[in-house]
């Protein structure tokens, strides 16, 4: 009896593992330097982390104007697709060597420094936010908002691309690091994982019940 709740209990686990690897189906915000050290363009940059392989057709990212709330810049992602490292760069047309060599996708990042805010749209679906420095009403993020950087930082989750809904926790100023963001275990594999550890526990049990007969 003791060794069915010992396997009840591995089982749990695994299934949870694989459940919270399957949760980074959805897409977010990851990085973002949005007042480069150099001429804007050059240096800035937004990196989205999500599932291997998502079709981000119909997504778009809005630029949110702190002073009035407002739309300022709309970015229509159709067409792109998280590629195999979760890891989704997007940087201007003149983006320097270094950049251009991490970038997935051409478009104007060139964000307005702060207080302002990011939206990452499916549709009409709010699916992320960013408010970096205080807008006070117009506050357009997640929670209590992050702070508001400039020159050499950016704006970044952390290696395990946290999102606890709320900016300020899950934000932190740093080297920027296009491309270098989290790990990702695409689905697939996480299901090919929890079968793995179906067929262990079960070489495992078979193994235990053998040697309970043979005493």
């Known amino acids: 009896m003791r060794n069915f709740i ?7 686990l695994v299934f949870s593992l694989c459940v919270a690897l399957s949760a980074h189906a959805a897409v977010v915000i990851q ?9 804007d363009g050059d240096d800035v940059f937004i990196e989205l982390f999500g ?3 998502t079709d981000l057709d119909g997504w778009s990212l809005l630029g949110i104007n702190g002073n009035d709330g407002e ?13 195999d490292d979760g890891i989704f760069v997007i940087a201007t047309g003149s983006a320097n060597s270094l950049l251009a060599l991490q970038r997935d996708f051409i478009a104007n990042v060139d964000w307005q420094n702060g207080p302002d ?22 506050n357009a993020g997640e929670g209590l908002f992050a702070q508001d950087i400039s020159g050499l930082e950016s704006l970044s989750r952390d290696l395990f691309g946290t999102d606890t809904d709320n900016n300020a ?16 275990v695409p689905v697939p594999a996480s ?5 793995s550890g179906l067929s262990l526990l079960g070489v495992v049990r078979r193994r235990r019940a053998n040697v309970d007969t043979n005493k």
Do not use: C, M, N
């Open 6 to 12: 010992r396997y009840k209990v591995l089982l749990g």
């Open 31 to 39: 990085e973002v330097l949005y007042d480069g050290p150099g001429t």
């Open 51 to 53: 599932s291997p392989g």
């Open 71 to 83: 739309v300022y810049r709309r970015i229509d992602l159709t067409g792109s697709i998280i590629p």
């Open 117 to 138: 805010g990011l939206h990452l749209l499916e549709g009409i679906t709010v699916i992320d936010a960013l408010q970096y420095g205080d807008a006070g009403i117009y």
């Open 169 to 184: 926790v899950d934000f932190h100023a740093g080297t920027p690091s296009p491309g270098a963001g989290p790990s990702i």
């Open 191 to 195: 299901v090919w994982l929890f079968a």
